[in-house]
């Protein structure tokens, strides 16, 4: 038995008496809504898995509906299908840009409307899948933060130091969303870092660094996989590169590191430095700032990060809305 939720969206009920004689025998959960608030309403509550919707509906049209649905994050992995008359290519253009996965034209052909719906289901299920593996390796993270007695939560400080950077320098949404999980699984490599040297209570001999400094390679090809990560393994992979090319482990230099990546690197090393460590003090805010602007000046820092940042440490930190992935 397929129990895969579908929710049909018309406001004419014949329609939706159709789409479900084709797709009920199939195996599949099917909910209905006569027009795309009833479809919002009955989506926040329980989340179908695709949505069949028509374009031309009272109250909160097809559009409407479909630009709510893809513009939260919580929703906008759902493949909307559109059926509809609507023939006018600017309307078809119109509901592509808003990000709908398929159109269909009525009357639906019930054996193409079977594979469409069965293909997008299939890459649906896979997609959850890796949010899934992200999930996952989220915990795995928060586990080797653990591991290391001195630095703990520092992942989860970073991402929301970060964050506020990003914010503040007008990165999009996407790049956001990349340097708060990227921060937050930047150091996932140490899983594979001995206790003995990450739990060392004074500075590494050079062979011990050399080990340590196999971690961003270690976490980048732990989250190679996942796909939805494509903005996130840079971060990972990059963190400890400079811009003068003398970090690790590509060497990169300059423009070669995303800017998303400069604002990770910094927030890591001041977090890092105003952190106790067994060997040293924590240092103030003050003199943490004191040293990076040298370390800007040798050439390792992106001075804009690094400006930035000393602005906003003048003002209160605000509230973020939404927990770090």
């Known amino acids: 038995m397929n129990h895969r939720r579908i929710l049909l969206v018309d406001d004419d009920p014949s329609e939706r008496r159709l789409l479900k004689s084709v797709l009920a025998p199939q195996g599949y959960w099917i909910q209905e809504a006569s027009d795309g608030q009833e479809a919002l309403d009955t989506v926040a509550v329980s989340p179908p898995d695709l949505i069949l919707m028509d374009l031309d509906m009272p109250g909160v049209d097809g559009f409407q509906a479909c630009a709510r649905l893809k513009s939260e994050p919580r929703t906008r992995l759902i493949p909307v299908v559109i059926v509809t008359t609507l023939d006018a290519l600017p309307d078809r253009i119109r509901a592509l840009e808003l990000g709908v996965d398929d159109l269909l034209n009525k009357p639906v052909v019930p054996a193409e409307l079977r594979t469409r719906v069965r293909s997008l289901l299939s890459l649906k299920e896979y997609t959850d899948e890796l949010?899934?593996?992200?999930?996952?390796?989220?915990?795995?993270?928060?586990?080797?933060?653990?591991?290391?007695?001195?630095?703990?939560?520092?992942?989860?400080?970073?991402?929301?130091?970060?964050?506020?950077?990003?914010?503040?320098?007008?990165?999009?949404?996407?790049?956001?969303k990349a340097i708060r999980l990227g921060a937050l699984l930047h150091d996932l490599g140490k899983i594979a870092v001995p206790d003995a040297i990450l739990r060392k209570?004074?500075?590494?001999?050079?062979?011990?660094?050399?080990?340590?400094?196999?971690?961003?390679?270690?976490?980048?090809?732990?989250?190679?996989?996942?796909?939805?990560?494509?903005?996130?393994?840079?971060?990972?992979?990059?963190?400890?590169?400079?811009?003068?090319?003398?970090?690790?482990?590509?060497?990169?230099?300059?423009?070669?590191?995303?800017?998303?990546?400069?604002?990770?690197?910094v927030m890591d090393v001041y977090d890092a430095l105003t952190t106790d460590r067994p060997y040293r003090d924590r240092y103030s805010a003050a003199g943490a700032l004191r040293l990076m602007w040298a370390e800007v000046e040798k050439g390792w820092w992106d001075a804009d990060v690094v400006g930035c940042w000393a602005r906003l440490l003048e003002k209160p930190a605000p509230a973020i809305q939404g927990e770090i992935p």
């Open 201 to 265: 209570p004074g500075p590494l001999s050079r062979d011990e660094f050399s080990v340590m400094k196999t971690h961003p390679e270690v976490g980048a090809e732990l989250c190679g996989p996942l796909r939805t990560f494509h903005r996130v393994l840079p971060i990972i992979r990059n963190h400890h590169e400079k811009l003068d090319g003398s970090g690790y482990p590509d060497g990169l230099q300059g423009p070669a590191i995303p800017l998303t990546v400069r604002i990770v690197s």
């Open 131 to 176: 949010e899934h593996a992200g999930r996952v390796v989220t915990g795995i993270a928060h586990v080797v933060e653990r591991r290391d007695a001195y630095t703990g939560h520092h992942g989860g400080r970073v991402a929301s130091t970060a964050f506020r950077v990003g914010l503040e320098m007008g990165l999009r949404e996407e790049d956001l």
